[in-house]
């Protein structure tokens, strides 16, 4: 009755309409809060999933270019080390492989296919002829119809044109050990030397030589170092070349073929500040003492890659 006379009953009701109008926008608030939260939520999820997609997109195309660059990439067919009884079963299969006058093709490759000869075998092989260009220096054995097309590197290259004719110009001695011969490993602290008949060893000499390493430990400047371990190859290689000088120009075995396998600057420097005149040079990798890195550079040396066009 009181609130009525001072006309607080009226206020109270629009407090309470206030109050109810104030939960009803702060429901209607958190509600609006949550479904955008919602919203937010879900469009972070799709462009999550976009992402994913976009990337599997990518992964997928980058996958499909390798497989089209596999496709249209040149690759030879098989490769093989020949050696041995295995190099011998090969050499006789392409021995025996005959054709019709002038219709296989021997032919030494320097460093690319020569003009004379690269219309014949793009008439052959097409495009892959490009593999042997890739394959050079090498020797390619094709035929005329493309029923067998490889290439061979040889121990020994040969010195011979390109010759068509009903079958294949091979040597055995390009490949395997025939004869007497000399191998001689040379390294800037070993030396061995081995006469051959045929694969057979008959005699050998080797020795070592005090050369320091490639790098100084102490002791010495660095430019010092080097000079003595220069000065000290220099005497290793002169005992080098007293060892083979019978192979010399003019020497008691001259005439019998040698073969100089090793460190490739070392070979180089032997050959060009002597008078060895040898059958063939080669790198080879082959360390340890003298008589079993021979061994090892022996049959390093007498392998052949194949390759199958």
Known sequence: MLDELLGRASLKQRIDE?????????????????????????????????????????????????????????????????????????????????????????AVIDDEVPDTVRDDLADVLGERVALIDETAPCLCCIDDAGLLAVTLEPPITPDVDATWSDRFELEREWFLPTGRHAVALVRTDLFACGVYEGDERVDYRGFESDVKGSHSKGGFSQARFERIRDDQIDTHLERCREALAAYEAGGEHAETPLVLVGQRGIVDTLVDESDLEPTATAAVDATGDPEPALADAVHSFWTTELQVL
Do not use: C, M, W
């Open 18 to 106: 206030l109050e109810a109008e104030t939960e009803r926008l702060r429901k209607r608030y958190e509600a609006e809060a949550e479904r955008r939260a919602e919203a937010a939520t879900a469009r972070q999820e799709v462009e999550e999933r976009n992402n994913r997609l976009e990337d599997r997109i990518a992964q997928l195309e980058g996958e499909l270019e390798q497989f089209q660059d596999d496709e249209t990439a040149l690759e030879v067919r098989r490769r093989e080390q020949l050696r041995g009884a295995r190099l011998e079963d090969i050499l006789d299969r392409l021995a025996s492989f005959q054709t019709g006058p002038e219709g296989a093709l021997t």
